[in-house]
């Protein structure tokens, strides 16, 4: 059973140009949890996704970022615009379900350098 | 005040030693807690969930304490390999987990 699959590992971008970060989740998931790690900082929640629905979107700055999760294939969490603070190991989480199966299993992350 | 805090670290400790991490939390309407630990930066890996009996996995022991919004991690006999960050993690049962900081822990030789 593969575990929580995120691509690309590290992707590098110029400032101004978008990124796209992919997230599978393990086999049997259907719940999905995006959080990025600054660096030098903890682990900071920013999007909860079931298939096809936003759940929770608390942790998303309010410009340039969005996620969704489609019917069929990954997960997306999207960058336009990036800027240098957008530089950072971003994560990926699945989870069987919400109530009584919460643990959350988490991606290698991708990790994103803006130059 | 932060959701979760930690113990500041790093801890510093010889093979064989007993190590006591602590965490609070802020939120007392959560219902989950766990700890994890995340080698070099990589993907945090779940080490145990904390119960309010108490729970223990081998060498370590993780407790709860909900009237003080306190959680515990006890790692005996520490190993070289037991070298991570030790991260107190809160679900307040609306899906996303909290993090604490993180407790760095070096075990030498």
């Known amino acids: 059973n593969a575990g929580v699959m995120q691509n690309p590992r590290h992707l590098v971008r110029r400032r101004g140009q978008e990124a796209r970060l992919r997230c599978s989740p393990m086999k049997g998931h259907s719940h999905v949890y995006w959080y990025r790690q600054l660096p030098e900082e903890g682990l900071k929640f920013m999007v909860y996704l079931q298939k096809e629905n936003i759940i929770d979107e608390s942790g998303m700055p309010k410009e340039r970022f969005s996620a969704e999760f489609p019917k069929e294939g990954p997960s997306i969490l999207r960058i336009q615009q990036v800027v240098r603070g957008d530089s950072a190991a971003y994560f990926c989480a699945s989870s069987p379900g919400f109530f009584g199966e919460e643990t959350q299993y988490f991606g290698p992350g991708t990790r994103l350098l803006v130059l | 005040r932060k959701e979760v805090e930690q113990d500041p670290g790093p801890f510093n400790v010889p093979e064989g030693a007993t190590v006591a991490f602590n965490c609070t939390y802020s939120n007392s309407a959560s219902q989950s807690f766990f700890w994890y630990r995340q080698d070099c930066r990589k993907e945090p890996k779940l080490l145990m969930s904390v119960y309010s009996s108490g729970n223990e996995d081998g060498r370590f022991t993780a407790q709860l304490n909900r009237a003080s919004q306190y959680i515990s991690l006890l790692i005996r006999d520490s190993k070289l390999s037991d070298s991570a960050t030790y991260l107190c993690?809160?679900?307040?049962?609306?899906?996303?987990?909290?993090f604490g900081q993180g407790t760095e822990l070096s075990v030498k030789p």
């Open positions: 993690v809160v679900n307040p049962l609306t899906g996303k987990l909290i």
